[in-house]
């Protein structure tokens, strides 16, 4: 997990820099990213998969100069929007190097992913593959793609963030026979040129147990193409969804371990494949890459009890954040770890629920953490590991104005997003008058 780093005075570093100074620089809530742990993340991928592609699934963490991180690590990108694959090409990131997602693109998205000459576009609906053949053959080119397939594995994941079981939105089920016939459907397109299967199975994923299920499942998929076509299918891609630590009980593998792992399983399932007919392999990492670097930085505002049980108490700790700057324990359960980041203390533990100040009694940061017991209003607490899904899936509920993330790299400091402004809030409001 991220190195928490105390100075001499008690107070928390990143990136060489005490947070005290952060925040009184771009005040609270903030985020923070280490540079140097993001693109050490990036380029381990990178390295430890090499001969693979790894795109890294831009809907973690995207902003222009992380793209432009992810484009100089030499890694490739995966985008879900239209917005984001605006952002990732801003960033630098070559459109080659680009893959687009989506259960819905719109038309609009699919010309703008086509104008812009994305590497590859991952089908996920018969609908889709008229639209997109049309699209070219309006332009007369041809658009690479991959078909994402569900391939029927249930990952130990959270429902919401698991995606290969059969009852869902996303791809084309291999066991209900839709993914070959969506893969038939791209080779007999004229102007769409089909480079394999994809196939995501959900998020958070520590063992390679499911891994292993889905490359089985779409290597058979690959092979009853050869039986229907007779032609190799010259790419896999595995997606994402490498766990990493939030809490200390959480053992995530490194990217060398997965790497090795995946490629005994690929090679296991290829067994009598001529060498040129092993599929090029790829995966999608996000959170792992971008989620251990970044840290949640907020200020303490009220302390308060509540009597559980007789002599059982538990403290109340509310922070100028919460659900709409992270929303993912609200959501998802999520456990994350707080700390205390502005000082040290001697005192002893108190059992401690770290909350945000939003109207919902489920807006809970952290919800069981040993705090310092002397623990005090304008104190920081510090949430690591905080980088993924949390400012992408900001909300401005209750009026929140989204925080800013700052990147931090040999105790220098610069903004990635700025703080948002009532300004800018104020700007989308039709009834607003700016003199009233
Ligand atoms: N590839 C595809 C096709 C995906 O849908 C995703 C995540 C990834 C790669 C990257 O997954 P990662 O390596 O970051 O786990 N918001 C949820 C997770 C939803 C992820 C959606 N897709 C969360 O906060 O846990």
Same mark, same amino acid.
């Given at each position: 997990s991220q190195t928490v780093v105390r100075n001499a005075e008690g107070a928390l570093e990143v990136g060489g820099l005490d947070v005290r100074e952060i925040v009184e620089r771009v005040d609270t809530p903030a985020y923070v990213m280490d540079e140097v742990d993001f693109r050490a993340r990036a380029r381990a991928f990178r390295d430890a998969f090499s001969g693979w592609d790894v795109y890294y699934a831009a809907k973690s963490f995207l902003c222009t100069i992380s793209a432009r991180w992810i484009a100089e690590e030499g890694l490739c990108m995966d985008v879900c929007s239209g917005n984001e694959l605006t952002v990732a090409l801003a960033g630098g990131m070559p459109a080659a190097r680009i893959g687009f997602h989506g259960n819905n693109k719109t038309v609009a998205e699919l010309t703008q992913a086509v104008e812009a000459g994305v590497g590859r576009i991952i089908i996920d609906s018969m609908t889709e593959i008229e639209r997109l053949q049309a699209i070219c053959a309006e332009r007369e080119v041809t658009a690479r793609v991959m078909v994402r397939v569900t391939a029927g594995v249930e990952a130990h994941t959270h429902e919401y963030i *698991?995606? *290969?079981?059969?009852?869902? &939105?996303f791809g084309l089920s291999i066991t209900g026979g839709q993914a070959l016939e969506g893969l038939l459907a791209c080779h007999a397109a004229p102007n769409i040129e089909l480079r394999g299967v994809h196939s995501h199975i959900g998020s958070q994923i520590f063992e390679t147990a499911g891994f292993e299920v889905a490359i089985r499942r779409t290597l058979e998929l690959h092979r009853a193409f050869l039986d229907a076509t007779g032609e190799h299918l010259p790419e896999l891609d595995l997606g994402g969804g490498f766990g990493i630590a939030y809490i200390a009980a959480d053992q995530p593998r490194s990217a060398e371990h997965l790497a090795g792992a995946m490629q005994a399983l690929v090679h296991r399932e290829c067994r009598g494949l001529e060498l040129d007919q092993v599929p090029h392999l790829s995966i999608e990492p996000g959170r792992a890459i971008s989620g251990t670097p970044g840290m949640a930085l907020y200020r303490v505002g009220t302390v308060k009890m509540v009597t559980l049980a007789e002599g059982v108490q538990r403290c109340y700790v509310s922070v100028d954040g919460g659900m709409s700057d992270n929303i993912r324990p609200a959501l998802y359960g999520a456990e994350y770890s707080a700390t205390l980041a502005s000082r040290a203390s001697d005192a002893g533990p108190l059992l401690c629920r770290v909350v945000g &100040?939003?109207?919902?009694?489920?807006?809970?940061?952290?919800?069981d953490e040993f705090l310092p017991a002397d623990i005090a209003p304008g104190d920081l607490i510090a949430v690591p590991a905080a980088g993924a899904y949390s400012r992408s899936m900001a909300s401005n509920y209750n009026h929140a104005l989204k925080p800013p993330v700052v990147g931090v790299r040999d105790g220098e400091l610069r903004t990635l997003i700025r703080r948002e402004t009532m300004q800018d809030l104020l700007a989308l409001d039709a009834g607003w008058t700016p003199d009233a």
């Open positions: *698991a995606t *290969a079981h059969e009852d869902q &939105k &100040k939003h109207c919902e009694s489920g807006d809970i940061l952290v919800r």
